[in-house]
């Protein structure tokens, strides 16, 4: 199967970016085998996307909005779990990921720097278990931050630049390099 372009909307689902990837099944981000416990990074990102979901669920946007936001101004781990609960949104739900991306850059009063430093612990140990939604969203995620100029992304790009297999001519490593450079040309 090979990989949608990173453009995190409905092609990514459209394009049945998930669902395994041939792996033994696993959670909405990582693959498992049989063998394989349950993973803590990903039971905690599941746990924050779910108190997203409970603060912006069933109301209208403008009331999300202000529930983030009021949420966030409790300390420091509120912060924290709002940030890391949309950036596991935007890659379990490709189809919200422009609206969680917006509200991310919102609510974020870290200069994203939670996000990175999270999406830099994914990508050094668990992308190669990551489902194949999650890779793309990634992709985009990378691409949308280079687009906004965050600070610290270029350590980012590097890191995704580490996962390119030298050598590895598979359809998701060809996939990945061409995706990193079409980001890297597109903002030269």
């Known amino acids: 199967m090979e990989m949608q372009k990173g ?21 909405k981000l990582l693959i498992y085998t049989s063998l ?24 209208s946007e403008r009331e999300a909005n202000d529930a983030l936001n009021a949420h966030v101004c409790k300390g420091a781990p509120q912060h924290e779990e709002v940030c890391l609960g949309l950036f596991t949104m935007i890659l379990m739900e490709p189809a919200q990921a422009q609206k969680c991306y917006r509200d991310l850059a919102l609510v974020s009063r870290d200069g994203l720097n939670t ?3 999270k999406m830099n612990q ?19 995620l990378l691409r949308e931050m280079v687009r906004s100029g965050i600070l ?37």
Request: with cysteine; aromatic share 4%.
């Open 7 to 27: 453009k995190g909307g409905a092609a990514a689902a459209a394009g049945g970016g998930g669902g395994g990837g041939g792996g033994g099944g696993g959670g």
């Open 36 to 59: 394989d416990a349950k993973d803590e990074l990903e039971e905690r990102l599941e746990r924050c996307a779910g108190t997203v979901t409970s603060l912006t669920g069933g109301v």
């Open 152 to 188: 610290g992304i270029d350590g980012i790009c590097m890191t995704f630049m580490k996962q390119i297999a030298g050598g590895d001519v598979t359809s998701k490593n060809i996939w990945l390099a061409e995706n990193i450079l079409d980001i890297l040309t597109e903002q030269r």
């Open 122 to 140: 994914i990508l050094m140990e668990k992308y190669l278990k990551l489902q194949d939604t999650c890779r793309t969203q990634l992709v985009w």
């Open 115 to 117: 996000v990175l430093n």
